[in-house]
């Protein structure tokens, strides 16, 4: 047998076809033309089973077919890549920390294959939250025509920290070449060994016809009140079936079915990987027995819980690898971070369909044509080419929040901003897509234009050590000390001002000294509250625009709005036009905290800029973006950021429906996707500029519905209610014992470098 190239298959992965892009002028050599591309299909089934293509994804993620015979070596996952696609909040994210932080999963592995003819046995241990996951993998044959899942056996298995040789969940996944099976059992409530008394269960059987590329499955789960799927496939079209529902059909042909790129590679003019000065890096944290692995980057220093809890008190050793040796690090923390942000402009136009998220203070428009939206919410803006529209608005709780479409849109213009009693000069806005802060400067009378100013704002770490910073808030002004946090759990009112729009009498006055923010009697300091003691704001507390003395005259106003350094009013729009302007960011989470080490530069994320083209009917390669709705955003001038190889985020999206596929409102049962691929050989440049090229590296393709009607009569489901379920039995061997709990005898044992191999999916 060959040596695995592409990792275990995601699940239902012979629904995969390749995808075909229209070539641009791109480097021909160097990584970007030897940098693997994978494809997946996306359906409600797979969703389903998400476990399997979680797990898939963590397998892939390993590159267990990069290492063989490397020795144990490891690996950081970012467990949010293999779990949070197609999460519907991404579409009103308003926490720059959240959007971009990572959350990754350290794991030893070890890759072996006696020969090119034996089987590639690869064994890993993962650290999560809690507990231990064991993976063994033995595989014999790659994916092929006559194999489309390949010929594989993988068991796992969960085990809590404190019972490390019982499983709190496990299961199989086989395939012979033309049956894939999947048996999963764990205690009801969740795979950590706690649960509500019972154990939940989920089978799939698939069996394919290689020859004809046609196949039938079925699949049962008995979580979230059970379910039961049958499905068939031929070379054109795709049926499935829950439980007595109406058939749904697909079509299997690419030119009708949709995709979604999830990952991104950025390239310089010579084909090599475009990389980042000073990246992040990865760490090691020793606390007597107990080891971590984590990463530290731009957004914070990521470990566990348990380990940062411990770090906080000044517990155990930090180290990063240089060369050959561990180096100790001593870190700096507070509870909170101070963001410094310079402004840069656009227009409106630039932004076209992209979604932007206002915190409006009143209701705007209605859920269902009488009822008013809420007031003092998250509400969504979107530039149409013409209006300026709020769309939706978000409702959060402790478990997060959930997107709602308003029952109409709603204009936005001057005359219902810029009189009384608002006086708004400026909408403060927050690009999910981006994970960006910025604003849109209200027109002196009637509506907004393409032409309309938008800032976008790059944003910088102010270092504790900086000398102190007097700053002045008019607008979302935290509280301080007890009145912010008392017992763990934050103010439901966590602001001393009361939230007017228009000009405001007076303003609160800040220092930040030595890493916090203070108003001469405490801390504004959330880091203590626990997250669901956090409510709403579970993501972190942000304070609204401040500014510095040398800058405060110019925020002063008359009582109508209209600027006056001698004015005795301050008027938020005012700070959000400053050339630079601060937030105060704290909260439980790692991405609310500053994390710093002396000596340690971590790079920004850098800015690059698409400019989108996209019409239909263009040929010759004029097009450099494509999807349904790529037409909306043709000539948009579409910010990236780049924070390394591999991370390329800033594409605006939109939701579609696990069930058909078809675009939807975004909502808690809707999928969020990118708005829109770009194309293989895709120019970007920085401010400079310089020219990079991206090509896909991960992306999904959603097959097209079609009326079942239309469907040949010799696709049925007849085989698929044949077909029996796998059972425990399927499990017939245990991942704990043939990987083994670290330290015992025969166990995978400590990796040749602490210094990760591969992160992400990439060797590094």
Same mark, same amino acid.
């Given at each position: 047998?060959?040596?695995?190239?592409?990792?275990? $298959?995601?699940?239902?992965?012979?629904?995969?076809?390749?995808?075909?892009?229209?070539?641009?002028?791109?480097?021909?050599?160097?990584?970007?033309?030897?940098?693997?591309?994978?494809?997946?299909?996306?359906?409600?089934? /797979?969703?389903?089973?998400?476990?399997?293509?979680?797990?898939?994804?963590?397998?892939?993620?390993?590159?267990?077919?990069?290492?063989?015979?490397?020795?144990?070596?490891?690996?950081?996952?970012?467990?949010?890549?293999?779990?949070?696609?197609?999460?519907?909040?991404?579409?009103?994210?308003?926490?720059?920390?959240?959007?971009?932080?990572?959350?990754?999963?350290?794991?030893?592995?070890?890759?072996?294959?006696?020969?090119?003819?034996?089987?590639?046995?690869?064994?890993?241990?993962?650290?999560?939250?809690?507990?231990?996951?064991?993976?063994?993998?033995?595989?014999?044959?790659?994916?092929?025509?006559?194999?489309?899942?390949?010929?594989?056996?993988?068991?796992?298995?969960?085990?809590?920290?404190?019972?490390?040789?019982?499983?709190?969940?496990?299961?199989?996944?086989?395939?012979?070449?033309?049956?894939?099976?999947?048996?999963?059992?764990? $205690?009801?409530?969740?795979?950590? /060994?706690?649960?509500?008394?019972?154990?939940?269960?989920?089978?799939?059987?698939?069996?394919?016809?290689?020859?004809?590329?046609?196949?039938?499955?079925? @699949?049962?789960?008995?979580?979230?009140?059970?379910?039961?799927?049958?499905?068939?496939?031929?070379?054109?079209?795709?049926?499935?079936?829950?439980?007595?529902?109406?058939?749904?059909?697909?079509?299997?042909?690419?030119?009708?079915?949709?995709?979604?790129?999830?990952?991104?590679?950025?390239?310089?003019?010579?084909?090599?990987?475009?990389?980042?000065?000073?990246?992040?890096?990865?760490?090691?944290?020793?606390?007597?027995?107990?080891?971590?692995?984590?990463?530290?980057?731009?957004?914070?220093?990521?470990?566990?819980?348990?380990?940062?809890?411990?770090?906080?008190?000044?517990?155990?050793?930090?180290?990063?690898?240089?060369?050959?040796?561990?180096?100790?690090?001593?870190?700096?923390?507070?509870?909170?971070?101070?963001?410094?942000?310079?402004?840069?402009?656009?227009?409106?136009?630039?932004?076209?369909?992209?979604?932007?998220?206002?915190?409006?203070?009143?209701?705007?428009?209605?859920?269902?044509?009488?009822?008013?939206?809420?007031?003092?919410?998250?509400?969504?803006?979107?530039?149409?080419?013409?209006?300026?529209?709020?769309?939706?608005?978000?409702?959060?709780?402790?478990?997060?929040?959930?997107?709602?479409?308003?029952?109409?849109?709603?204009?936005?213009?001057?005359?219902?901003?810029?009189?009384?009693?608002?006086?708004?000069?400026?909408?403060?806005?927050?690009?999910?897509?981006? /994970?960006?802060?910025?604003?849109?400067?209200?027109?002196?009378?009637?509506?907004?234009?393409?032409?309309?100013?938008?800032?976008?704002?790059?944003?910088?770490?102010?270092?504790?050590?900086?000398?102190?910073?007097?700053?002045?808030?008019?607008?979302?002004?935290?509280?301080?000390?007890?009145?912010?946090?008392?017992?763990?759990?934050?103010?439901?009112?966590?602001?001393?001002?009361?939230?007017?729009?228009?000009?405001?009498?007076?303003?609160?006055?800040?220092?930040?000294?030595?890493?916090?923010?203070?108003?001469?009697?405490?801390?504004?300091?959330?880091?203590?509250?626990?997250?669901?003691?956090?409510?709403?704001?579970?993501?972190?507390?942000?304070?609204?625009?401040?500014?510095?003395?040398?800058?405060?005259?110019?925020?002063?106003?008359?009582?109508?709005?209209?600027?006056?350094?001698?004015?005795?009013?301050?008027?938020?729009?005012?700070?959000?036009?400053?050339?630079?302007?601060?937030?105060?960011?704290?909260?439980?989470?790692?991405?609310?905290?500053?994390?710093?080490?002396?000596?340690?530069?971590?790079?920004?994320?850098?800015?690059?800029?698409?400019?989108?083209?996209?019409?239909?009917?263009?040929?010759?390669?004029?097009?450099?973006?494509?999807?349904?709705?790529?037409?909306?955003?043709?000539?948009?001038?579409?910010?990236?950021?780049?924070?390394?190889?591999?991370?390329?985020?800033?594409?605006? /999206?939109?939701?579609?429906?696990?069930?058909?596929?078809?675009?939807?409102?975004?909502?808690?049962?809707?999928?969020?996707?990118?708005?829109?691929?770009?194309?293989?050989?895709?120019?970007?440049?920085?401010?400079?500029?310089?020219?990079?090229?991206?090509?896909?590296?991960?992306?999904?393709?959603?097959?097209?519905?079609?009326?079942?009607?239309?469907?040949?009569?010799?696709?049925?489901?007849?085989?698929?209610?044949?077909?029996?379920? $796998?059972?425990?039995?399927?499990?017939?061997?245990?991942?704990?014992?043939?990987?083994?709990?670290?330290?015992?005898?025969?166990?995978?044992?400590?990796?040749?470098?602490?210094?990760?191999?591969?992160?992400?999916? @990439?060797?590094?």
């Amino acid at each position: 047998m060959k040596i695995l190239r592409q990792g275990i $298959p995601f699940a239902l992965s012979l629904l995969a076809a390749s995808l075909s892009t229209m070539a641009l002028a791109a480097p021909t050599s160097g990584a970007y033309a030897t940098d693997k591309q994978n494809s997946w299909v996306q359906d409600r089934v /797979g969703d389903r089973i998400g476990t399997v293509n979680m797990i898939m994804c963590i397998i892939g993620s390993m590159r267990g077919d990069a290492m063989v015979n490397q020795g144990a070596y490891v690996a950081l996952i970012d467990q949010g890549k293999c779990q949070g696609r197609g999460d519907s909040g991404k579409s009103t994210s308003t926490s720059a920390g959240a959007s971009n932080a990572t959350n990754y999963m350290s794991a030893v592995i070890l890759s072996t294959q006696a020969s090119t003819n034996d089987p590639l046995i690869i064994r890993a241990r993962l650290s999560d939250e809690g507990q231990t996951i064991y993976a063994y993998v033995r595989a014999t044959a790659g994916k092929s025509t006559t194999n489309p899942n390949g010929v594989f056996s993988m068991y796992f298995c969960g085990a809590p920290d404190n019972t490390s040789h019982t499983c709190g969940f496990k299961g199989a996944l086989k395939s012979d070449g033309t049956v894939l099976t999947f048996y999963q059992e764990e $205690p009801s409530g969740g795979g950590g /060994g706690g649960g509500g008394g019972g154990t939940s269960t989920t089978q799939l059987r698939l069996q394919s016809d290689p020859a004809n590329d046609a196949g039938s499955g079925t @699949i049962s789960g008995s979580e979230g009140g059970g379910y039961d799927y049958l499905f068939a496939f031929d070379a054109n079209h795709f049926l499935r079936k829950e439980g007595s529902n109406a058939d749904v059909c697909f079509d299997r042909s690419i030119a009708n079915g949709h995709s979604s790129t999830w990952r991104y590679g950025t390239y310089q003019g010579d084909g090599s990987r475009l990389e980042v000065s000073n990246p992040g890096f990865p760490v090691k944290y020793e606390n007597g027995s107990d080891k971590y692995y984590g990463f530290w980057s731009f957004w914070g220093l990521w470990l566990p819980d348990t380990a940062l809890a411990e770090i906080a008190l000044g517990n155990g050793v930090l180290t990063r690898r240089v060369g050959s040796a561990d180096v100790p690090l001593t870190p700096v923390q507070k509870g909170g971070k101070l963001w410094q942000l310079t402004r840069t402009t656009g227009q409106l136009d630039d932004y076209k369909n992209v979604s932007m998220m206002y915190h409006s203070r009143d209701a705007i428009g209605t859920t269902n044509g009488s009822t008013p939206a809420p007031s003092n919410a998250q509400y969504e803006l979107q530039w149409d080419g013409t209006h300026l529209n709020a769309t939706a608005y978000q409702t959060c709780d402790q478990n997060g929040c959930v997107p709602h479409a308003l029952y109409a849109p709603v204009v936005m213009d001057a005359p219902t901003l810029s009189g009384s009693p608002y006086f708004v000069r400026s909408l403060s806005v927050f690009f999910p897509s981006g /994970g960006g802060n910025g604003s849109i400067d209200v027109p002196a009378s009637g509506a907004f234009l393409g032409s309309s100013t938008v800032s976008s704002r790059t944003r910088t770490v102010v270092d504790p050590a900086h000398a102190d910073i007097d700053l002045h808030c008019v607008s979302n002004c935290p509280k301080t000390g007890t009145n912010l946090v008392s017992g763990a759990t934050l103010n439901v009112s966590p602001y001393k001002d009361s939230g007017v729009w228009g000009p405001a009498a007076s303003q609160y006055a800040y220092t930040y000294h030595q890493g916090m923010l203070n108003d001469g009697s405490a801390d504004a300091d959330a880091s203590g509250s626990t997250k669901s003691g956090m409510g709403s704001q579970q993501w972190g507390l942000n304070s609204g625009s401040m500014v510095a003395d040398a800058d405060l005259n110019s925020v002063k106003c008359d009582s109508n709005g209209t600027p006056n350094s001698g004015g005795s009013f301050y008027c938020s729009a005012l700070i959000d036009q400053a050339t630079t302007i601060y937030q105060w960011e704290t909260g439980p989470n790692a991405w609310n905290k500053f994390f710093g080490a002396s000596g340690i530069t971590i790079d920004p994320p850098k800015t690059l800029t698409l400019s989108a083209v996209h019409t239909s009917g263009n040929t010759g390669g004029l097009n450099n973006i494509k999807g349904a709705s790529a037409d909306n955003y043709n000539g948009n001038k579409v910010p990236l950021q780049f924070s390394g190889f591999g991370e390329l985020q800033g594409i605006p /999206g939109r939701c579609v429906s696990p069930e058909t596929n078809l675009p939807v409102a975004c909502g808690q049962s809707a999928r969020w996707v990118p708005a829109f691929d770009m194309i293989d050989g895709t120019a970007v440049a920085d401010s400079t500029p310089t020219t990079f090229y991206v090509k896909y590296l991960e992306r999904e393709l959603r097959l097209g519905k079609v009326n079942c009607n239309t469907v040949s009569s010799g696709l049925t489901l007849t085989t698929a209610s044949g077909l029996v379920l $796998p059972t425990l039995g399927e499990v017939d061997k245990n991942a704990l014992d043939e990987v083994g709990v670290e330290g015992e005898t025969g166990a995978v044992g400590q990796p040749v470098s602490t210094k990760p191999a591969v992160i992400d999916g @990439i060797v590094q």
